[in-house]
């Protein structure tokens, strides 16, 4: 089972930046498909981006050309670049570590991002 801990939450104005962090546990960090998802107030949990082990992303069309996922696989890390934030992305984010796209796989505590003037 994979640990993750994800920071780099907080309150930020519309228009502004913020970049989330994912690290990871274990020797396998490499051979993951990493992913950051997000659950809004009264919403579904949704899937933002993710990264395959060669570099291959993909993300949801609401953030596409805004945010920007990346891996360190020598840090064990994944990193969600946003900007350009709109209060619709306001949600908790969280990390999903899984070996196969049909996993579940292992899931981090979340961090808070709220977009507010």
């Known amino acids: 089972q994979v640990q993750l801990v994800e920071s780099g939450g907080g309150l930020v104005q519309p228009g502004g930046s913020l970049r989330l962090s994912c690290a990871a546990s274990?020797?396998?960090?490499?051979?993951?498909?990493m992913g950051w998802y997000r659950q809004g107030p009264g919403k579904q949990r949704e899937l933002v981006a993710r990264i395959y082990p060669g570099g291959v992303t993909n993300y949801a069309d609401s953030v596409k050309g805004r945010f920007t996922i990346s891996r360190d696989n020598a840090k064990n890390t994944v990193y969600l670049q946003m900007n350009t934030l709109k209060p619709e992305d306001t949600a908790v984010y969280y990390c999903?570590?899984?070996?196969?796209?049909?996993?579940?796989?292992?899931w981090g505590q979340g961090t808070q991002v709220t977009v507010s003037s």
């Open positions: 274990g020797s396998t960090f490499s051979t993951n498909i």
């Open positions: 999903n570590a899984r070996r196969r796209i049909i996993d579940s796989g292992s």
